[in-house]
C-alpha cells in the first residue's frame, strides 16, 4: 500500500474537483477543479423560477478536466499508482435517461431542452408535486412512504422533480425510459454500465431522496406512485429494487475512460454518494458527532447504531438510512436551504449599484469601472465581516429569518421566504449582514434541536466546506448560538477525500471505511470555542427567531 493512490471526485454546484491522495497516510498530493462552462454562463437556469438545471456535458467533460490536471501536477509515472476511484455529487440531482442510460440532453433533440438535463439539488420547481406527495403519503391508507425521510418530503427530492418534469414536458415523458441519480450516473459512465437495469444505485441517494427502504421491499409501491400521479405508472419497474453502499464497487474502469484520464484500466470505480455524506466520513465524523457540512447550503450529517436508533423516526429531517454515510451504521441527514447563498445573495444586492450606475459616469474608463466592480465584489463580504464583528450581539433591533431558499430542516418548506425585522432609519449595512449571520447560525441551532428533542445526543461538532475555512465571524456566531465548542477539519477538500477513502476500501486497500478514515484522515486545523456571554444572550434572541418563524410561516408560505 506505501505507494498506492487513490482518486476522489466531489461534483460541487458550481465546479468538479479532484483530488489525488496517498492512500496509507491521506496524505493530498495534487488537486484540480475544473468549472462548468454551461452553468457559468448561466445557461439552462432561470433563478426566478428557482429553476437549476446542468448539463451532462458540463460533468463530463469536467471530470476528464479535473483528474488529469490533478495527475499532472504530480511525478511522472505517479497515474500507474492509482488502485481506486470514488465519486460524490450533489443530490437529489436527478436525469431522464434513455433505455440504454443516456442522459436525454446527450442526445441531438434535447441537447438545449432543460428537462432533458440533471435538475440540481436546489432546483424548487417541483413544489406542487412534493406537496402532493406529503398530502397521499398521509391520506392513502397505506404506508406512509415519507416516514424515513423525516415525514414530509421535498421539493428537492427525486419523486418531486420527475413529476414535474413529466407534468410540464410531453416530449421527454415519451423519451424517458428511466431516471438517474447524477452519483449514479458518474460510476456507470466510467464502468460502461450505464443500463438502467444495470447500473449499481446509491443506497444514499435512494434511501434519503426516492422513499426506498428495505422495509417495504425497495421503492413505494405501484398503488402509492399512482395515487400520487397517473403519469409515475409504471416507472418504479424501470428503475431499482436493490441499492448499494459506497465500499462497494460499482464496476471496473472501462479502457476508453482509462485512456481518457490516463490511469490504470480495471481499477474499481465506488458506488457513488452525496457530496455531504462522503464529506462527514472525510472530515472525520464518528458516532454523536454532528458534521455540518457549511457551503452554499448545508447538510448536517450524524451516524447512529442501530441499537441507538432501534424503531425510532426522527421527524422533521431529511432522513435516516443505513449505510448512507458508514455502513453499518444508521446516517442521520439534516441541513438548511440556503447558508453561504444568503451571504452570497446580500453581497449581490450591495454590488446593484456598481453593475448599474458605474457605466453612466462620463469619462471612466470601462477598464477602470471593470476594475472597481471585480474589487467590490472580491472584497464585500470581507469588508462587511470586519464592520459585523464590532457589533456587540443583541445591540440593535434587527432579527432575521434565513430562509430565503425555503426551509429544508426542521420540516421542510420550499415555500418560506426569508425575512429580516426590525429595520431602522439608523440600520446600516454591517448590521443586516451580521443579522443574517445571526439567522443562519439559529437555523443550524434549530436542527441540533431537531435532533437533540428526539433522543439522538450530540456531543461535538464538526465544520467541513468553504465557510469554516474562510469566515471566523460566521463560525464563532455559530458557536455562541450552539453554545458548543465547533472543530473545524483541516482539509479543505474533505468530500473529494472521502470519496477517496472509499475508493481505497474498493481497491482492497483496507477492510472497511473506518479503517480506512483512521488511517486517512487529517485531523482538525482549529476549535471555535463559544464565549459564554455571548451564549445567553443569544439563548434570547434564538427564542425571539423561533416565535417569528412560527407566528410568519403561514403567512410567508403563501407569498
Not at 406529503?134 to 418530503?153: H, Q, S
Not at 474499481?268 to 452554499?296: N, S, Y
Not at 434587527?398 to 426569508?418: H, I, V
Request: with cysteine; net charge negative.
Amino acid at each position: 500500500m506505501s505507494d498506492r493512490l487513490v482518486i476522489g471526485v466531489d461534483f460541487g454546484t458550481d465546479s468538479v474537483r479532484a483530488v489525488v491522495v496517498d492512500a496509507r497516510t491521506g496524505k493530498e498530493e495534487a488537486t484540480d477543479v475544473a468549472h462548468y462552462k454551461r452553468w457559468s454562463d448561466g445557461l439552462y437556469c432561470d433563478p426566478g423560477k428557482n429553476q437549476f438545471r446542468q448539463h451532462p456535458l458540463d460533468y463530463i467533460e469536467g471530470l476528464e478536466e479535473c483528474i488529469k490536471g490533478a495527475l499532472a501536477k504530480l511525478p511522472s509515472g505517479s497515474a500507474s499508482r492509482v488502485a481506486g476511484i470514488g465519486v460524490d455529487t450533489t443530490g437529489s440531482t436527478p436525469c431522464a435517461v434513455d433505455e440504454n442510460g443516456t442522459p436525454l440532453a446527450l442526445i441531438e433533440e434535447f441537447a438545449d431542452n432543460p428537462n432533458a438535463m440533471f435538475v440540481l439539488w436546489k432546483d424548487h420547481t417541483a413544489v406542487d408535486e412534493a406537496a402532493r406527495i406529503n398530502e397521499i403519503a398521509k391520506t392513502w391508507g397505506g404506508t406512509d412512504f415519507t416516514k424515513y425521510e423525516g415525514g414530509v418530503y421535498s421539493s428537492e427530492w427525486f419523486w418531486a422533480k420527475i413529476l414535474h418534469i413529466l407534468k410540464h414536458d410531453s416530449k421527454i415523458r415519451e423519451a424517458a425510459y428511466s431516471w438517474v441519480e447524477h452519483c449514479d450516473y458518474i460510476p456507470a459512465l466510467l464502468t460502461a454500465t450505464c443500463n438502467p437495469k444495470v447500473m449499481k444505485r446509491s443506497r444514499c441517494a435512494a434511501g434519503h431522496k426516492a422513499m426506498w427502504h428495505a422495509e417495504w421491499g425497495g421503492l413505494p409501491s405501484e398503488e402509492f406512485l399512482v395515487a400520487v400521479d397517473p403519469l409515475l405508472g409504471g416507472l418504479r419497474d424501470r428503475l431499482y429494487t436493490e441499492t448499494y453502499t459506497s465500499d462497494v464497487s460499482a464496476g471496473q474502469l472501462v479502457p476508453e475512460w482509462a485512456d481518457r484520464l490516463g490511469v490504470p484500466a480495471g481499477i474499481p470505480v465506488a458506488v457513488g454518494a452525496f457530496d455531504a455524506h462522503m464529506g462527514a466520513v472525510g472530515g472525520g465524523i464518528v458516532e454523536k458527532a454532528l458534521a455540518k457540512i457549511m457551503g452554499t447550503s448545508t447538510c448536517d450529517m450524524m451516524v447512529a447504531r442501530y441499537e441507538v436508533i432501534g424503531d425510532k423516526l426522527i421527524k422533521g429531517i431529511c432522513g435516516q438510512v443505513d449505510g448512507s454515510i458508514i455502513p453499518g451504521m444508521i446516517g442521520l441527514e439534516a441541513g438548511q436551504s440556503g447558508f453561504g447563498d444568503v451571504y452570497a445573495w446580500y453581497r449581490s444586492l450591495l454590488q446593484w449599484p456598481f453593475e448599474a450606475v458605474l457605466t453612466d459616469v462620463e469619462g471612466l474608463d470601462s477598464t477602470i469601472a471593470d476594475r472597481i466592480k471585480e474589487v467590490a465584489h472580491s472584497r464585500m463580504l470581507v469588508r462587511l465581516t470586519q464592520e459585523a464583528a464590532k457589533i456587540e450581539p443583541g445591540s440593535t433591533s434587527l432579527l432575521a429569518l434565513d430562509w430565503l431558499n425555503g426551509r429544508r430542516t426542521p420540516y421542510a418548506n420550499q415555500t418560506l421566504k426569508g425575512v429580516i425585522a426590525g429595520l431602522t432609519l439608523g440600520t446600516t449595512a454591517p448590521a443586516v449582514f451580521r443579522s443574517l449571520v445571526e439567522a443562519t447560525a439559529f437555523g443550524a441551532k434549530a436542527i441540533v434541536d431537531r435532533f437533540t428533542d428526539e433522543g439522538v445526543e450530540i456531543d461535538q461538532v464538526i465544520a467541513l466546506g468553504g465557510i469554516p475555512q474562510k469566515n471566523e465571524l460566521v463560525m464563532q456566531i455559530t458557536s455562541d448560538v450552539l453554545g458548543m465548542p465547533i472543530k473545524v477539519a483541516a482539509s479543505e477538500q474533505t468530500c473529494a477525500v472521502g470519496a477517496a477513502m472509499f475508493g481505497a476500501v474498493v481497491a482492497g486497500l483496507y477492510p472497511n471505511v473506518e479503517e480506512a478514515q483512521n488511517a486517512m484522515f487529517s485531523g482538525f486545523s482549529k476549535t471555535y470555542e463559544p464565549i459564554q456571554s455571548n451564549v445567553e444572550l443569544y439563548k434570547d434572541l434564538y427564542n425571539e427567531y423561533l416565535e417569528m418563524g412560527k407566528s410568519l410561516e403561514d403567512q410567508l408560505g403563501r407569498l
